[in-house]
């Protein structure tokens, strides 16, 4: 028995001739040729049996169903009635369903065993050398701006992923199963293993560099098996979908038929849907009706799991990707999800995190989906012609492009204690103002405001204050934001310059 994969690795060698990088190389083509090192770092592996978890057991037909796929796949070897190894580790098997595509897949759950002094597979993974930089949303939006409207887009989705990748068969012991009394074990890279992104997205970097310098494709974007490319409105992208059909096809690296697609001028992509004709990104409606749900599930609760908690803040990042200053009212959840250890432990909503899950709720429910793309760079306030400013003894006042605002300080105005705070207020208060009055008049914007309070910089940029009274404030300059589709940050620039 030897390390397989679909990958024509000699193709892939020839094509990598002239990469700059010639370890990476060698690593790649070796670990395709030989199979791939999962950096499980062990002197000798205790023989140890798990047992299958819920999902699995309760779902035979299905497990049986999605284990012989592997088998004709050539994902796994077996069955056997005794493994093949004197010592093994048998993970227990788990089924994941697709949230919303109900695509049932397998999964071998390597963080097994749980709450116990023995160590699963990924305990022995370094996280570090798994740690990876995935590609936003925001680029591709940054490559649709630069080329304006109709900018063409074609999307590509490698099939099986991470399983056109084998494993070193001296590794093969570590990942092993069972099911109805017989024994399997997988030959390529499974779902679950921590290093299997890290490791697999080597080919999908090699791809890009290929289409890159040996086909001309200028711009191409991958997130592990997702790959999309941008290309001008007046360049035959007819020639970029060929081109990249064609790498594909002469690696042997097999593409998804139903997830490839283009050259079109509106494609959904990390599930955001990109119109470069409207020069908007949208979530779709099915997927706002869904956040909507899930934070109304969440906010009728005194308290709620930490996994209920990290689901929810998947749905709010999500809808960040388009919903940009909506992200400075997730640190909160983010922070609170740190206070307990365990997934089933509770957490207490106190009025902070209701506070935020109101935004966003009202948010979401006076919104249609839709974000128009925000310029590339941003520009200072000075360039844009607006000044605000603040005195403590008199009051507030603001000017834009000859219209302006003034009064004195409300006699409502709450009173800080905290010097450095006091004046962030100050300094904060007229430019909410100038936000409601005119943002309407700001759309794409991205503005960046010069202030000399350092303290007010901060808070800003991080959209967020432990000060409940400023806090109020930004809550209204990111409602602002988000209704009128600008950006805010902010430069700390010396008293003298300003």
């Given amino acids: 028995m030897h390390a397989t994969t679909p990958v024509n690795v000699k193709q892939l060698k020839s094509e990598l001739m002239n990469h700059p990088d010639k370890h990476f190389v060698d690593y790649l083509c070796n670990g395709l040729q030989y199979g791939f090192d999962t950096m499980v770092k062990y002197d000798n592996i205790k023989t140890m049996e798990c047992r299958n978890n819920l999902s699995a057991r309760s779902q035979k037909d299905t497990v049986a169903d999605l284990i012989n796929k592997e088998l004709l796949n050539g994902f796994v070897y077996g069955p056997f ?86 494993v070193l068969p001296n590794q093969w012991p570590l990942f092993c199963f069972k099911w109805e009394s017989l024994y399997y074990f997988y030959v390529r890279l499974s779902f679950g293993c921590r290093s299997s992104p890290k490791i697999f997205d080597n080919i999908s970097t090699a791809i890009c560099f290929i289409a890159e310098h040996n086909y001309k494709v200028k711009h191409i974007l991958h997130l592990l098996d997702d790959f999309l490319t941008v290309d001008p409105p007046e360049f035959d992208a007819e020639r970029t979908m060929a081109l990249m059909t064609m790498i594909f096809n002469r690696l042997n690296v097999p593409l998804a038929a139903n997830k490839t697609m283009g050259p079109l001028t509106c494609i959904e992509y990390l599930g955001i849907v990109l119109d470069t004709d409207k020069l908007e990104a949208r979530l779709p409606a099915n997927k706002v009706e869904r ?15 930490k996994r209920e908690l990290l689901q929810l803040l998947g749905h709010l990042n999500f809808a960040s990707r388009v919903i940009v200053p909506g992200r400075s009212f997730v640190s909160y959840l983010i922070k609170l999800s740190t206070k307990v ?158």
Avoid at 291 to 305: A, G, M
Avoid at 427 to 435: C, N, Q, R
Avoid at 477 to 494: D, G, P, R, S, Y
Wanted: glycine share 4%.
């Fill in 81 to 166: 009635e005794k493994l093949p190894f004197d010592d093994y580790r048998v993970s227990p098997l788990g089924v994941a369903e697709g949230k919303y595509s109900f695509k049932k897949r397998l999964i071998l759950d390597l963080s097994a065993p749980h709450n116990d002094t023995n160590v699963s597979i990924n305990d022995l993974i370094d996280k570090d050398l798994c740690s990876m930089t995935y590609v936003k949303i925001d680029d591709a939006i940054r490559l649709i701006t630069n080329y304006g409207k109709g900018t063409k887009l074609c999307k590509f989705d490698i099939q099986n992923a991470f399983k056109i990748c084998p």
């Fill in 291 to 305: 956040i909507c749900k899930f934070i109304i599930s969440i906010i009728q609760k005194s308290t709620c799991t």
């Fill in 341 to 498: 250890k365990e997934l089933h432990f509770y957490v207490n909503l106190r009025k902070e995190a209701r506070v935020d899950l109101e935004f966003w709720l009202r948010f979401l429910h006076n919104w249609n989906g839709i974000n128009m793309f925000y310029d590339c760079n941003y520009t200072s306030n000075f360039d844009m012609q607006l000044y605000t400013d603040a005195s403590s003894t008199i009051g507030y006042g603001g000017y834009y492009q000859g219209k302006w605002f003034c009064s004195t300080w409300p006699k409502e105005l709450p009173s800080l204690n905290d010097k450095s705070l006091s004046m962030a207020f100050l300094e904060l208060y007229p430019i909410v103002v100038a936000a409601l009055l005119w943002g309407k008049e700001w759309k794409c914007k991205k503005i960046l405001f010069l202030c000399d309070n350092e303290a007010t910089v901060a808070i800003v940029k991080k959209g967020r204050s432990k000060c409940i009274e400023i806090m109020k404030l930004m809550r209204q300059l990111t409602w602002c934001a988000c209704v009128n589709n600008f950006q805010v940050t902010a430069k700390h620039i010396e008293g003298r310059k300003k």
